[in-house]
């Protein structure tokens, strides 16, 4: 079994440090290298690797926009990052699909652990970056349900149809009720909120309740 790798890295150093790693370990074989997010894409669609290697902080494309694109195409390439501390990209870039997450600080031998169980389906995350994501995602849970306090289950029904781009005549049509209603619904939501119209609508459910 032969994993092929993908390195992306925009610093020489660490590039050449994990090309050594990696030349190490008869499983390993690394196909391309890339220092920035277009180079990583390039090689990912060339090669089609097993497990992309991919730093966060990288130029013209970031890590986190790396993997945006990643999960727009059905590539089937498992990722791993790597990042310099526990930060709010790390967590981002769980939710976008990194299947493993490893702080560069620690041990090379983890990172080669991290590699295979991910190669083998499974995920790998960093404790703290884990915890970090619990945390994230209670904060999140806390927020919905303070809205739900303040919103009767007719309103957040209704807001979530707008996000999805409803207009108030199919809102009305979906409910049953007249074109009238469903405004008045919008302008007590409007109220409740502190907010003014649609897009503040939008915004305000999209920073509570995510994607």
């Not at 979906?174 to 619904?185: D, F, M, N, V, W």
């Amino acid at each position: 079994m032969t994993i092929r790798l993908v390195i992306a890295d925009d610093h020489p150093i660490v590039l050449g440090g994990l090309m050594h790693v990696f030349a190490n370990e008869a499983d390993l074989e690394i196909v391309a290298t890339a220092r920035n997010g277009d180079e990583a894409l390039a090689a990912v669609h060339q090669f089609q690797p097993d497990v992309l290697v991919l730093d966060l902080r990288m130029p013209v494309k970031d890590g986190l926009a790396v993997l945006r694109e990643m999960k727009c195409g059905p590539t089937g390439v498992r990722v791993v990052v790597l990042t310099a501390e526990n930060s709010e990209d790390a967590v981002e870039a769980v939710r976008l699909g990194a299947q493993g997450i490893v702080l560069k600080h620690m041990a090379s031998r983890l990172l080669v652990q991290c590699i295979r169980d991910v190669y083998t389906g499974g995920q790998w995350f960093e404790k703290s970056v884990a915890a970090r994501a619990i945390n994230t995602l209670l904060e999140k849970a806390d927020a919905l349900r303070s809205q739900s306090t303040r919103l009767t289950g007719r309103q957040l029904e209704i807001a979530r149809m707008v996000v999805e781009g409803l207009p108030s005549k199919v809102i009305a049509r979906k409910l049953a009720i007249s074109e009238g209603t469903a405004k008045l619904h919008l302008h007590h939501i409007y109220e409740r909120l502190g907010i003014d119209g649609r897009m503040a609508l939008v915004r305000y459910m999209q920073s509570h309740i995510g994607d």
